[in-house]
């Protein structure tokens, strides 16, 4: 079965400037909620939910030796970075950018209505190299996305109700619940909650109500 630790929404550290239309939630040690006993699990060092209201967003801003892959809940983020990309990211996309040995971006709510999106940062194999860019859209349920500069696999899952899915067996699998109600090992999860589980074997969801789950599946 493996060890689960179990992680509820309400555990998270809120941050953000909600006077400038930002409202973060961190789960993991972040910025001045510093925790020496949760800065990491497996090769995931952030899990941030960020809401942006029309106009608000994040400024130009450096990252280095970090994967950050972002999923768009609902609205539209506009992302532009140092490498020349320019683009709009919604609901289903999967965008990753490797900012390697230095990269500086800009994330924002261009649109007239409220976005929310999942961050999550994932620590490299190896540190250096180039930054690079990606963006699948409207990638399919069930279609891994591969992140090997992390040793790691994201599972996209949208589940009706009643459906199961398997969790990966692997050393590390961080489970993200985005929307609706899943059970887990007779856990129920609610949006934003999360678990971390090591060693995991013959573990199955089950969607209580309709729901979309994110899944890393780590090797170390």
Request: charged share 25%; proline share 7%.
């Given at each position: 079965?493996g060890?689960m630790d179990?992680?509820r929404s309400?555990e998270?550290y809120?941050g953000?400037?909600?006077q ?12 001045p909620h510093?925790?020496?006993?949760n800065?990491r699990f ?5 899990c ?6 029309p ?6 801003h450096p990252h280095?030796?970090?994967e950050i892959i ?5 609205g ?5 970075d140092s490498?020349?990309q ?6 289903g996309?999967?965008?990753?950018l490797?900012?390697a040995?230095?990269?500086r971006h ?5 649109s007239d209505a409220?976005?929310?999106f999942v961050q999550?940062?994932?620590?490299p194999?190896e540190?250096?190299g180039e930054?690079s860019?990606e963006i699948v859209h ?8 591969a992140?090997?500069e992390?040793g790691a696999?994201l599972?996209?899952r949208r589940?009706?109700?009643g ?8 050393v590390?699998v961080?489970?993200h619940?985005?929307?609706g ?13 999360a678990v ?8 199955e969801?089950v ?6 789950v ?5 090797a170390?």
């Amino acid at each position: 079965m493996g060890v689960m630790d179990v992680r509820r929404s309400a555990e998270r550290y809120p941050g953000g400037d909600p006077q400038a239309g930002i409202r973060s939630w961190h789960a993991f040690s972040f910025g001045p909620h510093y925790d020496p006993d949760n800065l990491r699990f497996g090769a995931v060092i952030a899990c941030n939910e960020e809401r942006l209201a029309p106009g608000a967003g994040f400024g130009e801003h450096p990252h280095s030796h970090t994967e950050i892959i972002t999923w768009v809940v609902e609205g539209e983020l506009s992302h532009r970075d140092s490498t020349g990309q320019l683009t709009r990211v919604r609901p289903g996309d999967v965008q990753r950018l490797s900012s390697a040995a230095g990269v500086r971006h800009v994330e924002r709510n261009d649109s007239d209505a409220p976005l929310t999106f999942v961050q999550m940062w994932l620590a490299p194999l190896e540190p250096g190299g180039e930054p690079s860019y990606e963006i699948v859209h409207g990638i399919a349920d069930s279609t891994p996305y591969a992140v090997p500069e992390a040793g790691a696999m994201l599972h996209v899952r949208r589940l009706a109700p009643g459906e199961r899915t398997a969790v990966p067996d692997a050393v590390h699998v961080y489970v993200h619940v985005v929307r609706g109600e899943v059970r887990l090992e007779g856990e129920e999860l609610g949006a934003g909650d999360a678990v971390r589980i090591t060693d995991a074997k013959d573990l199955e969801l089950v969607a209580v109500s309709g729901a979309e789950v994110l899944v890393w599946e780590m090797a170390g």
